[in-house]
């Protein structure tokens, strides 16, 4: 029910103590029918909820964003800053984050980020990949929910396309690596899936960090390994609400088990004690993504442990894919510098 509005005649007092005249004017309201069409109400209900639908994660992130890391935990990323883009992939615009070498890149590597999260989130590990390992990183800014098949699909179709370009101009180079944390790590698992179909010589295997996913990051791993014919490899947390109990891990040990039956060395990464859900973000994660997880703000060890692997795994599989890193080179990463040789680790079995 509304209401129609109107004066009423105004009364006027003359006020001595100041010499003014005072107006005072009453209103008076009546009521107004209000008729809704119902199903023009419907179309508008369902056309904002499926707007918010989709504007949720970037909502989210934007929120989250208020919160940021410790000082100490922060890496502003200066050797290879961001480079910002669109890519039309599946007929939608999508902003993208990209981190160059200074050389020519030895590979491309994606590096997606998780659920409700940002590119920004991974800047820091995106630009040691860019600086130590030489490779350029590419992310794409996207619901990550349900690791994103037709997204992936789209990803993959324009990585093996001459369409494919670094910002710079570049042409995309021989080697492909698919990499990315969290839910991140199942639409990376996706994209390397369709990319071992369509450009097999091409793809040099997984670079995964707390990948979260069950039967269909169980699926498209199987597609990128090939019975260990390509590495996977991943850095991995304890449990927690935010990695699913670890169920990324359950899911890397039957990647394992498939490949010693054929014949291969199996080795699959590492677990971090003490580890977190977030190591990947370190300092570019927030207080509500800690809070969420539940398990305090990544240790400043763990972080460095993290990127250590990841460059080396990054360089290796760029170079040999063939001859990809077992557990002996990575303990000589980890012990390589003072901060990565604080972490405490355990090869995964």
């Avoid at 209000?34 to 989709?54: C, G, K, N, Q, Y």
């Avoid at 070498?101 to 995106?126: D, I, K, S, V």
């Avoid at 400043?300 to 557990?327: M, Q």
């Amino acid at each position: 029910m509304a209401t129609d509005a109107g004066p009423a005649p105004a009364d006027r007092a003359f006020d001595p103590t100041t010499g003014r005249t005072i107006v005072s004017i009453t209103f008076r309201a009546e009521p107004v029918e209000a008729r809704v069409d119902p199903e023009r109400f419907d179309r508008l209900a369902r056309t904002l909820a499926r707007r918010l639908r989709h504007a949720a994660p970037v909502l989210l992130a934007a929120l989250l964003a208020g919160c940021a890391a410790p000082p100490g935990l922060r890496d502003d990323g200066a050797s290879a800053p961001p480079v910002f883009t669109r890519l039309e992939l599946g007929g939608v615009a999508l902003d993208a984050e990209w981190h160059l070498p200074r050389a020519e890149p030895a590979a491309w590597l994606l590096l997606q980020h998780g659920f409700a999260r940002r590119c920004a989130n991974l800047r820091g590990t995106a630009a040691r990949l860019a600086a130590d390992a030489g490779v350029a990183t590419l992310c794409v800014n996207a619901d990550m929910a349900g690791g994103a098949p037709a997204l992936a699909a789209a990803l993959a179709g324009w990585l093996a396309s001459p369409d494919a370009r670094a910002p710079d101009g570049r042409a995309a180079p021989a080697p492909l690596i698919v990499g990315g944390h969290s839910a991140g790590g199942l639409f990376a698992a996706r994209v390397g899936a369709e990319l071992a179909h369509t450009q097999p010589q091409r793809l040099a295997g997984a670079l995964l960090l707390d990948p979260v996913g069950g039967p269909a990051l169980a699926q498209a791993l199987a597609a990128v390994s090939a019975q260990g014919r390509r590495p996977v490899l991943a850095v991995v947390a304890p449990p927690s609400p935010c990695n699913a109990g670890q169920l990324g891990a359950a899911t890397l040990r039957g990647v394992q088990a498939a490949a010693r039956a054929a014949g291969r060395d199996g080795f699959i990464g590492v677990e971090l004690a003490g580890g977190t859900h977030l190591d990947a973000e370190g300092g570019d994660s927030e207080a509500l993504a800690v809070r969420a997880c539940r398990e305090g703000w990544p240790k400043p060890e763990n972080v460095a442990a993290l990127r250590a692997l990841a460059v080396h795994w990054a360089a290796a599989l760029a170079a040999a894919p063939d001859r990809p890193p077992g557990a002996a080179s990575s303990a000589a990463a980890l012990s390589a510098t003072a901060a990565s040789a604080a972490a405490r680790w355990r090869v995964i079995e």
